[in-house]
């Protein structure tokens, strides 16, 4: 789970971008003041689940819980900074 869950995030975020006719709208809207703020916690989240990944036991269920929770605020903030 350690290479899994940062690699989900990542592929969430290129399939957000997949279509290049699209893309200079994604990233248009991915600037505009509130949704800067979300793709900020999104990106905060990334580092906090990098971090766990290189340093916490996968075997501690108290370690995998933050790192689920960690994991949903990062893609709830994702999906918010897109909707915005």
Do not use: I, K
């Amino acid at each position: 789970m350690r290479y899994v869950m940062p690699l989900g995030f990542a592929l969430m975020a290129a399939g957000a971008v997949m279509r290049l006719d699209a893309l200079a709208g994604v990233l248009a809207s991915l600037v505009r003041p509130p949704a800067v703020v979300a793709l900020a916690g999104w990106a905060g989240c990334m580092v906090a689940m990098s971090y766990m990944a290189a340093h916490n036991r996968q075997d501690v269920a108290r370690d995998n819980w933050a790192e689920e929770v960690v994991n949903t605020v990062g893609q709830a903030a994702l999906l918010l900074a897109l909707l915005l």
